[in-house]
Each structure stands twice: as C-alpha cells, then as structure tokens.
C-alpha cells in the first residue's frame, strides 16, 4: 500500500508500481489522468480529490471580496515539467478570470531560486493579488515578504501559509482528508479492488483570513467577507 500526497508523488508512485494500491490526495486526478473516472478509477489508484485545480472561481471571487476593484490577479505556478498539475490549476483560474471579468497573468517557474523574478514580473503585469500553486507551500515565509513588498495579496491552498503571512487561503481541509484516506486504506487491506472504488471530492472548503497582512495592505474585512470566512489569523 502506498498514500501519495499531492500529483508529484503519485505520478512517481504509479511509474514504480501498476499493481500495488495507491491511495492518493491530489490535486486534480482526473485532470491529471490519474483515474478514468471518480466513480470508476480503473486502475490502482484510488483515494481522495482535492479539487485544488477547481476552486479557481472561488478564490478569485473571495480576492473580489477582499480587494476593491479587483482588475488583475497573478497566478505563480511550476513549469509543466517541474510539475504538470501547474496545466489544470492555471487552466482552471484562466477560465473563471475570464467568466468573471478579471485579467489573470500567470508566471511559470522552475523552482524557487525563481521567486524574486516572479514576483517583479507579477507587479510588472499589475496583479493585486496572487494565486500560488501548492508547489511552493514550503517557501510561503519568504513569498509572503515577497508579496507585502509588492504590495499583491499572497492567496494559497494551505492554512499554514497565511499562519505564515499569507493574505488568504481556501482549500479543502488536509487533515479532514488525509483522515479519510485511512479508510480506503482499510478497505483495501480487506480486499476492495481499487479500480473500482470511487474517488471522493471534499464537501467543504476552508477559508483563513490575515487580518494583519490585510491591515499592511491597506484592506479591510467587512462583516460580509468574516461571515465567509473560516477563521483569521490575528
């Protein structure tokens, strides 16, 4: 049995094995071709759905509520050989960019060692916020001083990023999942066929809020956007 987290880890989990389960929590498995289907995986791998590559509406419609006058929101995401999840997550923000009027200017990147330059290019490009790939999770200190220097709210799919001095972020709650994930890894040990045991998308979505990156930025939480939103971070 092997729980891969995120798509870089299963793509590497399905190139070492087609026939031990995986159980996996990714970001866009279907997007990815990771599965046929939710309901009929196919293969051996199962799991959970994070629908990260499809909340891109979502997120863009919180940066409205946040930012007056949103005109333009970046997205920083890997190269598609970095990490070929930066195709749907950037496709699917494009597409909601465009239904709700909002310029998006996304910026692909190796690496890390990339960030400074991506972060000149976004405000090049005017973007008042950013959307950031789960990718750079681990790097979110130093984006979040990228991102108050820049004066562009820093949006992510983790809380821990906003802990960190993030503006915002929404996603489907880790924890939730990964306990979840302990159930198809009970019913496979029983038995179950992986192939035909369907792919769960969460039911919710958590929202953080930093009300003192906010405050840095010149923003304000209204009572609308706190009635959205999960927990803020003092």
């Known amino acids: 049995m092997i729980v891969a987290h995120f798509t870089p880890a299963v793509r590497a989990a399905m190139a070492a094995t087609k026939t031990i389960p995986i159980v996996m929590v990714a970001g866009a498995p279907l997007q990815s071709g ?8 196919g293969g051996n791998v199962t799991g959970l759905s994070a629908m990260d590559a499809e909340l891109g509406g979502k997120r863009i419609q919180l940066l409205s509520d946040l930012i007056p006058k949103l005109a333009c929101v970046g997205v920083l995401a890997t190269t598609p050989t970095t990490d070929p999840f930066s ?3 950037v496709a699917d923000i494009q597409a909601a960019g465009s239904a709700l009027n909002v310029r998006v200017a996304p910026v692909l990147i190796g690496g890390p060692s990339e960030l400074e330059e991506a972060f000149s290019d976004l405000a090049k490009e005017g973007a008042q916020a950013v959307i950031v790939q789960g990718f750079f999770g681990p790097y979110s200190k130093r984006i979040a001083q990228l991102a108050i220097g820049h004066r562009i709210g820093y949006m992510s799919n983790e809380r821990s990023t906003v802990v960190d001095g993030g503006l915002a972020s929404m996603s489907a709650s880790f924890p939730l999942l990964y306990e979840y994930a302990a159930v198809y890894v009970d019913k496979l040990l029983k038995g179950a066929n992986p192939a035909s045991l ?7 979505f958590q929202v ?9 930025l010149g923003l304000s939480l209204s009572p609308i956007l706190l009635a959205q939103v999960d927990e803020v971070i003092e």
Not at 36 to 41: I, Q
Not at 198 to 204: A, D, I, L, Y
């Open 87 to 89: 195709r749907p997550f």
């Open 208 to 216: 953080t809020v930093n009300s003192k990156t906010a405050q840095a």
């Open 34 to 41: 990771f599965i046929k289907s939710l309901h009929e995986p």
């Open 198 to 204: 369907p792919v769960e998308q969460p039911s919710k």
